[in-house]
């Protein structure tokens, strides 16, 4: 039973180039958060998608923006990255919609480092 | 406004009992998540109060007091393997968790 993927694993970009992060959920679940984790932080709450729609939002502003598919998986779109953005982004997948409080299953992270 | 406090880092000795605490003031409180998470590594989910009162899974337990705002994870036994940031979350809304800044426990021989 595969756990959350994401890819890539680590990425380099440089100031204002774009970038698409993946996340594919555990098996069985239909509900995906996305968070940035900065170095010796705390995961900090970006967006979360259900039913192919961002149903509740974090303070990251609009050049954060994501897409869920049919199948649940889910990417992470960042336009005119900043130096600040640099972090480790963690995909987060529970069922139910959020319902209930199910735990949520992290992937491993995609690490981001903008020069 | 949102506020999760938690130690920043606590040391202590192989087969002792260690006690995190996390204070938290969150709108639309719905309980409280503890993971573990390992240098590089993804957070695992340990355990989860929605209700007052002592939650136990093996060596680790988690309190929580909703009227206080406070929550404690208890880790006995502790081994090695346990050197690692403990991060206390509050979840709102549709499972919106609001994470502290994670406490570094640090296990010595």
């Known amino acids: 039973d595969a756990g959350v993927t994401q890819s890539p694993t680590h990425l380099i970009k440089t100031r204002g180039q774009q970038v698409t992060l993946r996340c594919s959920p555990k098996s069985g679940h239909d509900t995906v958060s996305w968070y940035q984790q900065a170095l010796g932080q705390g995961p900090q709450f970006i967006f979360q998608?259900?039913?192919?729609?961002?149903?509740q939002r974090g303070n990251f502003p609009d050049r954060f923006s994501g897409h869920q598919f049919p199948n649940y998986s889910s990417e992470l779109n960042v336009n005119a990255l900043l130096l600040g953005d640099s972090a480790l982004y963690l995909c987060a997948s529970s069922l139910g919609g959020g319902v209930g409080n199910q735990p949520q299953h992290f992937g491993d992270g995609t690490r981001l480092s903008i020069l | 406004g949102q506020n999760i406090d938690q130690p920043t880092e606590m040391t202590a000795t192989e087969g002792a009992i260690v006690q995190i605490n996390c204070t938290y003031q969150t709108s639309g409180f719905n309980g409280l998540f503890w993971y573990q998470q390992h240098a590089g590594e993804a957070p695992t989910f340990l355990s989860y109060?929605?209700?007052?009162g002592l939650e136990e899974k093996g060596r680790f337990s988690s309190f929580l007091s909703r009227s206080k705002g406070y929550s404690y994870l208890l880790l006995k036994e502790l081994q090695m393997k346990d050197s690692a940031s403990y991060l206390c979350a509050s979840s709102g809304g549709y499972n919106k968790l609001i994470f502290g800044a994670g406490t570094r426990l640090a296990v010595h021989p």
């Open positions: 109060n929605v209700l007052d």
């Open positions: 998608y259900y039913e192919e729609e961002e149903r």
